[in-house]
């Protein structure tokens, strides 16, 4: 049987549409029928072709995608805990499950990590085959096209819930996706008052929608201002940084008050940035760098703060597309009014 799907076929910049085989689950994997994909910037970089792409996607042609929903459709031999019928998130990391880490319960960090839509093919196709533990199942209670969602949200859960948040006064530095998110997850475990920057107006309305109580653009506004004013005059307690901006990096360690944490979440262009050491360590500051998700603690909490009705995620959907229409859906993206780009690949 064949499908359709959307490849990086050859090295360049784009994508190709391309007619595939639908995979085969071998054991201990499963058949997915993809119902919803959604475009995370890793996948903006396979299209651009840039460095990190090039030294990424080792192996052409590669489907790509990797936040994405679908229905259970066939089993392999040995998989159990699911049935066909059910409807599942994907975890993207696969881990070996025989590293130091994995073996100590940690495998998010597993030394000999694979990515879906990167070392195995991905998700923008309309079935794809994954191992059976990275299947998560999901309550009917969730709406449908957020789950490919709950991917990048629980790179916020696993930010946002590094340190004490409740009754804290917090900075999410960058409102893309994951920050937006952060924002509602802060937000859902009580943090006293949430203030987001970001230079993109039309990424801080939403943000506000997430549920922001201030949202500021370094850009135009008086950061530091506004929140010595909303803190007492002590900064904040929290930053969480989701830029990938080294200047937003150090106005947020600029704005945290002594004895706080920074989340680092955002991946900067290069490895090595110039941050203020010794106000790091005078101030006391705890640093925590966050990598993928908790397997799969994290994901546990993502479905249960979905549950509880607490986050809305629905903001954060800004154009919905068909496979066939990936170059406007990445022209979206490129033209910067764009949040997250849901491919309908076989909507309920
Ligand atoms: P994104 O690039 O869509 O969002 C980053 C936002 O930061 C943008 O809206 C941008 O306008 C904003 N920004 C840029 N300069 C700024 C400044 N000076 N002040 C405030 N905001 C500024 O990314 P995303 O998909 O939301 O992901 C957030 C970050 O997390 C990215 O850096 C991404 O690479 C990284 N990431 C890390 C992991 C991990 O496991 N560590 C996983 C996924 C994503
Ligand atoms: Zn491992």
């Known amino acids: 049987m064949k499908m359709k799907a959307v490849a990086k076929s050859k090295p360049g910049p784009g994508l190709q549409l391309i007619e595939a085989d639908v995979p085969k689950p071998g054991p201990g994997e499963v058949l997915i029928k993809v119902k919803y994909a959604s475009i995370c910037g890793s996948d903006v970089h396979l299209y651009k072709w840039d460095e ?17 929903a679908g229905e259970v459709v066939e089993l392999g031999p040995g998989v159990k805990g699911l049935k066909v019928g059910d409807y599942v998130g994907v975890e993207t990391h696969i881990a070996c499950g025989h590293c130091y880490q994995c073996r100590i319960g940690k495998p998010h960090v597993c030394q000999n990590l694979e990515i879906l839509g990167f070392n195995r093919d991905g998700a923008f196709a309309e079935y794809m085959v994954i191992p059976a533990e990275n299947a998560w199942k999901i309550p009917d209670s969730i709406p449908k096209d957020w789950v490919p969602l709950m991917e990048p949200m629980g790179n916020a859960v696993h930010t946002v819930l590094a340190g004490d948040i409740t009754g804290k ?47 500021l653009n370094p850009e135009i506004d008086d ?9 007492g005059g002590n900064g904040v307690d929290v930053v969480i940084e989701m830029s990938g901006n080294p200047n937003a990096l150090n106005q947020g360690l600029s704005l945290i008050t002594n004895g706080g ?37 994290t994901w546990a909490i993502t479905t249960a703060l979905l549950e509880s009705g607490k986050i809305d995620l629905s903001p954060l959907i800004t154009h919905r597309v068909k496979l066939e229409e990936y170059e406007e859906a990445f022209n979206v993206i490129f033209q910067g009014r764009a949040m997250k780009v849901m491919f309908e690949i076989d909507p309920s």
């Not at 950061?223 to 803190?231: C, H, K, N, S």
Request: no cysteine; hydrophobic share 50%; proline share 3%.
């Open 223 to 231: 950061v530091r201002t506004v929140v010595m004013e909303e803190t």
């Open 169 to 215: 006064n917090v900075l999410v530095v960058g409102t893309g996706p994951i920050g937006a998110m952060a924002v509602a997850v802060a937000k859902a475990a009580g943090a006293r008052r949430v203030i987001a920057t970001d230079i993109n107006d039309f990424r801080l309305r939403i943000a506000k929608k997430m549920g922001a109580d201030i949202v």
């Open 261 to 297: 944490w920074v989340g680092l979440l955002g991946i900067y262009g290069k490895n090595r940035i110039d941050v203020p050491m010794n106000d790091i360590i005078m101030k006391n500051l705890t640093l925590y760098g966050i990598v993928g998700r908790k397997m799969y603690e």
């Open 52 to 68: 990190f792409a090039q030294t990424s996607l080792r192996k052409l042609p590669r489907i790509i995608g990797h936040e994405s």
